[in-house]
């Protein structure tokens, strides 16, 4: 049997045939076009996996079921997406649209809990009871695994990792709540602080790099510039490892997995995110003659998509 | 049959038989006196349990199971007591010595997760899948239940909820960490911020409730000199109320439990405690619109502690 994996993200719909160790057999993917609204995107689901069956040898029959990772908040029971902020979907019954095209058992749950079942079955957490995969990206995603399944928590609102305060007298975010992690751990916070760094020191490697054009600033510019010792992006990317730490901390002192999966575009620093995290993890959490959790590097990348959405109907 | 319960604090052994129900159905207690070290205090645990047998009419044949709640960290599957830093304990092997007095099963475990347990079982949270339990006392402790079972991390040092970072530019804590969450809504954080307030306004009612000695002021002053709508004391207790309130919002991000039950000294103040709590965090909750964990006073107070432990064994 075969298992479906689709991917909504807001630029491309990916789509994959999944077999039940979690490999990849054929995949494939459309361009979302969020402007349609919902429907035409969840029935292009359905069309593209049709056609990778077709392409791939397949009947429908050999389908033992889909899954569908999206980015905002599932309820798995009702097959409804509650909230999509960025596709600006609102209480869209997604299973009951995607049944019309392909008539199987069809999952749905949030992307970054989709990537950290990924993670667990064919990923860097594999073979593991209790996970938590972090995508450092936009925001701070988080997926939570205890005892090899997912947990999303008692109303599917759970594991927004996100949004964890980290200080509570601090920046104001996007979900009302204030000092979120991932608003000192996102990509976007990077970026953000680069470019603060930036403004006080316009002679640093991190305006050089991006000819003055602070806009143009990336995470991996301010990587890149610490990476060459420049001492301005040096400081802020010890405190970027610093407030990333301190979330771990929290969660290891919460939560105490086995293993932190990190993935997402500042995971592409690879090394030289993973190890100074490593060592200042160890300077705060509780109990150092304990043994904690691994931090990782996650080991699927753009597939942990794909791959998770397909193993949610194993 | 019936179940032992065993409540190990700094200042007395309590031990109760419960039944089945988490009833308990005999108690007593008697002095710890730390400093005697382990081993008699834990040969205490096993006498004075026989001596409550012997008293209530049954037979060590009675006894399904015995299980011990203590102030530390503890390795359930090896009966081994990593550390106790209240009682100066480390790798204190309990269920080896408690067996040499009663030969029954015996279980270990944290007390904030054993009040966590009782709760589910006997307690506000009973009947329900997921809670979290919290007690506001010298520090903050806690403890989870996922699925009806008690969850303590990989390692058995999770749930330490009191140590999530909820300040990461803020107060250094006692385990090595910053800005942890008992650092701003233990008891001991509450008295600290009412004589900090105390200091720069003597005049205010705080002050005035302790006759000016303000190493007299504890978490119950601040508390009523709120309610007697002092405008400092209102202010610092409004503070609390946040702080407290930002870490029941990560927590409801991260785990989703269905139950929030609140014991420990400060909980105390009722409803004057847990009405504003819930008002704030409704303010800074992510989704507003979906279902959340109900935040509740804990039922079983100083009991918890023996009908959790007692549980264990269930």
Redesign the interface.
């Known amino acids: 049997m075969i298992y479906i994996g689709v991917d909504l993200g807001g630029t491309n719909i990916a789509v994959g045939l999944v077999d039940e160790n979690g490999k990849i057999l054929l995949k494939g993917s459309t361009p979302t076009l969020v402007e349609r609204g919902p429907e035409p995107i969840i029935r292009d689901m359905g069309k593209l996996s049709l056609e990778l069956l077709e392409k791939g040898g397949y009947s429908v029959d050999d389908v033992a079921a889909i899954g569908v990772g999206v980015p905002g908040?599932t309820n798995p029971e009702t097959g409804i997406i509650?909230?999509c902020t960025n596709l600006g979907w609102h209480n869209v019954p997604l299973v009951e649209i995607l049944s019309q095209v392909i008539d199987k058992p069809i999952y749905v749950e949030n992307d970054a809990t989709v990537a950290a079942l990924a993670e667990s079955v064919a990923g860097v957490s594999k073979g593991v009871?209790?996970s938590i995969f972090l995508t450092l990206g936009t925001g701070v995603g988080?997926g939570?695994i205890?005892d090899g399944k997912i947990?999303?928590?008692?109303?599917?609102?759970?594991?927004?990792?996100g949004?964890?305060?980290?200080?509570?007298?601090?920046r104001p975010c996007t979900?009302?709540?204030?000092?979120c992690w991932e608003q000192?751990s996102s990509a976007t916070a990077l970026i953000r602080m680069g470019r603060e760094a930036a403004e006080e020191a316009p002679d640093c490697l991190i305006a050089k790099m991006v000819g003055g054009d602070l806009d143009k600033i990336e995470a991996k510019t301010v990587i890149d510039a610490a990476r060459e010792k420049d001492p301005v992006a040096v400081k802020v990317y010890d405190k970027y490892i610093?407030?990333l730490a301190?979330?771990i901390?929290?969660?290891?002192?919460?939560?105490?997995?086995?293993v932190f999966a990190i993935g997402g575009g500042v995971s592409k620093a690879g090394d030289f995110l993973i190890e100074p995290l490593r060592e200042k993890v160890k300077?705060?959490?509780?109990?150092?003659d304990?043994?904690?959790?691994r931090i990782e590097l996650a080991a699927l990348g753009n597939d942990a998509g794909i791959i998770g959405a397909a193993m949610l109907g194993k």
Chains 1, 2 share one sequence.
């Open positions: 908040v509650s909230f009871k209790n988080g939570i205890i947990y999303s928590g008692t109303h599917h609102v759970g594991s927004e990792l949004h964890m305060t980290v200080n509570v007298e601090g979900c009302g709540g204030i000092g000192y610093y407030y301190m979330g901390v929290a969660l290891i002192n919460a939560f105490d997995p086995e300077e705060y959490v509780f109990y150092k304990l043994p904690y959790g």
